[in-house]
């Protein structure tokens, strides 16, 4: 079965859409339908946003930023926002709460749905935890997890409780706080306090367990945790490829590997660069930061074709429920050209290529079709929501699992 098939076996539905009025089919009737929004995640950091949604900007920046926002927003439904501890809480009290909380309503109110990163880390940390001791450094983690789950519960319910907890107690690129309690008390217990720490702040919320390492330890780590009946939602897998393009092959494995605990997979960090690739003896990805690495045309046109060949493997795998995409422009992570839009906010090959999937080939435009004498309609649609509008009228329904569905929609009036 091609790659095209199987994301239409798993991410869509036949569905069979009866539409009634004043309790009785509208039979015969003109009704138009169109999809608006996607089941699936399709994600990107919305760090860059934060000053936009405070109104920090104005002038020609500011235009600049909306028309960044308004391609951001045609692509993606998913957004990942910044709660790195050194920076949220640099000094000890003074969180940057109301400045994250007006960009989480920004993107809400635009109907995005939300995750915070990273609720525990080793790196990133508030060097004021340094002269504590351990007992009080583990103290102020659990506050720090209660309070941002407290305070943006609602608004953000989705997490990542504990981010790459596989080398926490063994880190050495400079010393922190966070390091010291996971060598002192073991990687399970660590795991063990930030999930039901957040998990006593928001009983219904989302919580995911990420890494970069897709080595074997993550494995012992994720059934060790298993094991010890810690509830975790989701796997979190990062697939930055500074280095190259994995490839379906290899891709296929990773999620092979994973999906064998019956957990949804987030991929919660990917790259693809389009500029020259990183050299392969590079461990750290943070040790290769150069002054210009430049996109080439030669680069772009290999990323486009790469991102849609990842974006299908990943959807044709129904074990897969998210992709964040790390991030939309060249002027983030590291410096390295992996943005779907260029240093001067143009778009790139990719990010065009991503739109004719997400917004054209995994998506219903507003189609016009008429009624049996049932009052129904049939179709084939991705999983998400939509809407059915006869004259003014208009109600909206959800497709929420693939295969056949069969949804009774009621136009009030």
Known sequence: ?????????????????????????????????AQTGHKFLFGSTGFEFIPLANDEIQGEERAEMEKLADEWLALFNFATLPFYWGRFEPARGRADTARVRSAARWFADRGVALKGHPLCWHTVQP??????????????????????????????????????????????????????????????????????????SNPKGFLLLNDFDMSTAFECLIEGVLEAGIEIDAIGLQSHMHQGYWGEEKTLKVIDRFARYGLPLHFTETTIVSGHIMPPEIVDLNDYQIPDWPTTPEGEARQADEIVRHYKTLLSQPSVEAMTYWDLTDRAWLGAPA??????????????????????????????????????????????????????????????????????VLLAG
Request: net charge negative; with cysteine; aromatic share 8%.
């Open 127 to 200: 060097d004021w935890l340094l002269p504590l001791s351990n007992d009080e450094i583990l103290e102020a983690q659990r506050a720090r997890i209660t309070r941002e789950v407290t305070d943006f519960r609602g608004l953000i319910d989705t997490w990542d409780a504990i981010n790459e907890a596989v080398i926490m107690p063994v880190f050495e690129n400079g010393e922190n706080g966070i390091t010291r309690i996971c060598r002192a008390n073991g990687r399970i217990a660590t795991v063990r306090m930030a999930f039901e720490t957040a998990r006593e």
């Open 1 to 33: 079965m091609s790659v095209d098939d199987l994301i239409r076996q798993h991410r869509t539905a036949e569905a069979t859409v009866t539409v009634t009025a004043g309790g009785q089919p509208l039979a015969y009737a003109e009704v138009t339908v």
């Open 339 to 408: 943005g779907l839009v260029r240093r001067d906010y143009s778009p790139k090959p990719s990010y065009e290529a991503m739109l004719g999937l997400i917004k054209g080939e995994w998506w219903l435009s507003p189609t016009a079709m008429t009624t049996d004498a049932e009052g129904r309609i049939r179709f084939s649609g991705f999983l998400g929501d939509y809407e059915v509008r006869a004259g003014e009228k208009a109600v909206g329904f959800a497709l929420e699992r693939a295969g056949s569905a069969t949804v009774e």
